[in-house]
């Protein structure tokens, strides 16, 4: 029974204490805001203050964020030990939250010829945070290694080399990201191609920044991706979604994705976002945080603006949670045990606010 100096019960208490798998973050876009002023001051800031900030202010159209994430590679992150703080900061973040599982992406080609830090010395780092996490914080952590979209077809292929050559069990899989812009999925077949032969899952960033449909069906028939990372433009096509719907594409969203924020009216964002309209295509969604510290969002305010702002209901945001338990590179047992497990525990919470 609750006491009366409980604090009451919300939707957003609900949402918090929900287990969750996050599957789309990106290392990069975690970086606490003291930690990134740190970093900068470490190599002589080479941005200026402002810079910083903008960087932790949610606007309508962010500015500067390529170069301030670029900087990351170019000039703050120095050595395996940033890249272990890096993520051990993010999954105790994602703990807090209640995310028991984290499926996010790192950049090697960045970190290899930006921060001329070696591929096994950085991985290895990042592994052992994962490792480190597990213990102290409760969460399951594995690393996707994302293709930089901005760098060559042949910089993909390098990337995927260094992973077959270092495997181990945390590196789950290859992604892509940076602006798809100009940077089509055919660029980069090949590495795609060496990836699946490898065993390796692949996913890919595909109908972002308003991009074509078309994107998203290059990136399933061509890059024969195990699921798909944003792919918004596929209400474009109703066709499309619905064979998508039919060979159980899943898609990672992000509520806050910045190019509809950006290029949508205020006042229309959340009637017009195809987010609202994906499942009523059939497809299978899952929210995430993207970028959680740049987005300005935490995991329990990424599925909260499924309901405030898309109009979602909670028998919606159990089927998300299921969606996303089917969706993760787990084994088959785990991904049985935590169904019923959570979906007990969704259900409780739910009795609670209902």
């Not at 993010?90 to 001329?116: C, I, K, M």
């Not at 024969?224 to 594409?249: K, L, M, N, S």
């Not at 089917?326 to 919470?349: H, K, M, P, Y």
Request: proline share 6%.
């Amino acid at each position: 029974m609750t006491s009366p100096t409980s604090p009451p019960f919300t939707l957003e208490s609900m949402l918090h204490a929900i287990p969750k798998v996050e599957l789309h973050c990106h290392l990069f876009g975690t970086v606490r805001h003291d930690t990134f002023k740190q970093l900068n001051l470490r190599a002589g800031a080479p941005l200026a203050a402002d810079e910083i900030e903008g960087f932790y202010t949610r606007g309508e159209k962010p500015v500067g964020v390529l170069r301030v994430l670029r900087a990351l590679d170019a000039q703050l992150v120095r050595g395996p030990g940033d890249l272990y703080q890096l993520t051990l900061d993010y999954l105790q973040d994602a703990a807090s939250h209640n995310v028991r599982y984290a499926e996010f992406f790192w950049n090697p080609t960045g970190t290899v010829h930006g921060s001329g830090i070696p591929y096994a010395m950085a991985q290895s780092a990042i592994v052992r945070a994962i490792q480190d996490a597990q213990q102290e914080f409760g969460i399951a952590g594995r690393l996707i290694a994302a293709i930089d979209r901005e760098a060559s077809p042949e910089a993909a292929v390098e990337m995927v080399a260094w992973v077959k050559a270092h495997r181990c069990d945390e590196v789950i899989g290859i992604g892509i990201d940076y602006r798809e812009i100009d940077r089509p999925p055919e660029f980069f077949t090949q590495a795609y191609v060496d990836a699946r032969r490898a065993g390796l899952k692949t996913t890919a960033h595909a109908g972002e920044f308003g991009m074509p449909w078309t994107n998203v069906r290059t990136a399933l028939d061509v890059l024969q991706v195990d699921r798909i990372d944003h792919g918004y433009t596929v209400v474009d096509q109703p066709d499309f979604a619905r064979e998508c719907a039919e060979r159980g594409v899943f898609f990672t969203v992000v509520p806050t994705n910045s190019y509809y924020l950006r290029t949508l009216p205020p006042e229309r964002w959340a009637i017009d976002h195809p987010i609202r309209r994906m499942p009523g295509l059939g497809l299978r969604i899952h929210p995430n945080t993207d970028d959680p510290t740049l987005h300005k969002v935490t995991p329990t305010e990424a599925w909260l603006m499924m309901v405030r702002d898309f109009g979602f209901g909670l028998d919606d945001l159990r089927d998300f949670m299921h969606n996303g338990l089917d969706g993760a590179w787990i084994d088959d047992t785990q991904r049985r045990e935590w169904r019923v497990q959570w979906s007990e525990a969704c259900d409780t919470l739910r009795a609670r606010l209902e």
